[in-house]
């Protein structure tokens, strides 16, 4: 279950983990979830919910290298000190 939604389109089972790729309307590529149980599998065709930590995303642009998915927090420096 999930706040997102889509429909298995393809399996990778590797054995001691496997890749569930999902197709949602209005996405161009499937997401790939990684599910570290194989027996947990659902079937291809199957609608499935699914969501995920805003840390655990990978991006990759179309020439297969990561993109970076956050910013780096900015420090700034006191602009001055309150004297009360």
Do not use: C, Q
């Amino acid at each position: 279950s999930g706040i997102l939604s889509g429909t298995v389109v393809h399996l990778e089972n590797l054995g001691s983990e496997a890749f569930v790729h999902i197709g949602s309307e209005g996405m161009n590529a499937p997401v790939v979830v990684r599910v570290n149980d194989p027996s947990l599998l659902p079937a291809i065709g199957a609608s499935v919910g699914y969501g995920f930590a805003p840390d655990a995303v990978r991006a990759f642009d179309a020439g297969g290298r990561r993109v970076a998915t956050s910013i780096a927090s900015r420090i700034e420096r006191p602009r001055g000190v309150a004297v009360v």
